[in-house]
């Protein structure tokens, strides 16, 4: 069993959708990142969380760190937010990162 | 934050060779990592780079495989030595400013080996 597991695998919405994309992990964590990919391949981090809530314009993250959870809001979606959208946990030691398998989100026009 | 450059973005390799890429933050940070993305999958940690001193590698990767260079607090390389088709990924270097929990990742550099 992976220590963070993503949900769902693939989404598809239609644009002006409100999305949630999920993250549970199995471990304890010192804290939370959610990354966007674009095809190209970068990578950048949205959110770095340890509790609580955080927002960002139209993107809203949460983590309840008692049930071991994040979720990942996009409010208002646009097909601009189409990208992997990666949740990745400090489990210890030495700044490394785990990571989920990433969720493929495609929102249509 | 911190930017971070990657070089080269893309490259088509044949087997045997071996590829240079280059990272570069626009500031002093202590902490780079070198990530490896194969097709579909999720990124795996191959080392971390330490100024001063060797990179610290994780299990299923070796020195020999991926040399890793630290000259200064701004700048790293990984080369993938003696490729082969299995080598072809996405390779993402990130770095961390102190311990912060934040950590900045590169575009990256999409390796494809024929």
């Known amino acids: 069993k992976n220590e963070v597991e993503q949900s769902p695998q693939n989404l598809t919405a239609q644009e002006g959708e409100f999305i949630t994309i999920n993250c549970s992990y199995s471990?304890?964590?010192?804290?939370l990142h959610w990354l966007q990919q674009h095809p190209g391949g970068g990578i950048v981090s949205l959110f770095m969380?340890?509790?609580g809530k955080k927002k960002h314009g139209r993107l809203i993250a949460t983590i309840n760190i008692q049930e071991k959870h994040s979720s990942l809001h996009i409010t208002a979606s646009h097909p601009r937010d189409s990208a992997v959208y990666i949740c990745?946990?400090?489990?210890?030691?030495?700044?490394?990162?785990?990571f989920g398998k990433g969720i493929t989100l495609s929102v249509r026009p | 934050s911190a930017v971070i450059s990657q070089k080269p973005s893309r490259d088509i390799c044949q087997r045997g060779t071996s590829l240079t890429i280059q990272c570069q933050v626009d500031?002093?940070?202590?902490?780079m990592f070198w990530y490896r993305q194969q097709p579909g999958q999720s990124l795996t940690l191959i080392a971390t780079?330490?100024?001063?001193?060797?990179?610290?590698?994780e299990s299923g990767f070796v020195i020999d495989k991926f040399p890793i260079s630290r000259p200064n607090l701004t700048f790293s390389t990984l080369t993938v030595s003696n490729m082969s088709p299995e080598d072809s990924s996405i390779y993402l270097c990130?770095?961390?400013?102190?311990?912060?929990?934040?950590?900045?990742f590169g575009p990256g550099t999409r390796l494809t080996v024929t």
């Open positions: 969380l340890s509790s």
């Open positions: 471990v304890g964590i010192s804290a």
């Open positions: 990130s770095a961390e400013r102190g311990e912060t929990y934040e950590q900045y």
């Open positions: 990745a946990v400090y489990t210890g030691a030495n700044s490394k990162l785990t």
């Open positions: 780079a330490n100024q001063g001193s060797e990179a610290t590698y």
């Open positions: 500031s002093q940070v202590t902490m």
